[in-house]
């Protein structure tokens, strides 16, 4: 379908200092943005989550640079071709709240029935992501998601 746009996958990188460098393009494959979306748009939303989410963890990546650790890929546990867990689970609570951020121009986007249906649902679609965010930042932070309030 002509939109304007080329098919071409986005080539920009977010580099990151301590966590994983962000690949654009492996955001908007993984979360099956539209094809027309502008790039800019992409681009600030996973910076913007990546810079709050960056500011939430300064303490504990402080922690860990502390114990001699130079990158998220050192982080004792589990990892996957060299890529740690705590690595993985920066790059999905990032993707989780860019994509959060994001919802509001799908429905500006796509003009179709089935994208106004989406809009609809939408604040549902932005808790569940935040809420994925969230519990991905709290696994990092070693902090339990459970929350007692006392009334």
Known sequence: MFNGKSDTLSKAVISNIFWPDLVVADFIHSRKLPPSLDESHIISALMNSATHINHTLSHKQAQYQHDNLTSSNDIAGMNVQGVSWASSLYVSAVFAQAKSL?????????????????????????????????SHINRLLEVSDVRVTLL
Request: hydrophobic share 35%; no cysteine.
């Open 102 to 134: 994001l919802l509001p121009e799908f429905s500006s986007v796509v003009q179709r029935k089935e994208a106004n249906n989406a809009y609809e649902q939408e604040e549902d679609s932005v808790d569940s992501l935040q809420a994925e965010a969230n």
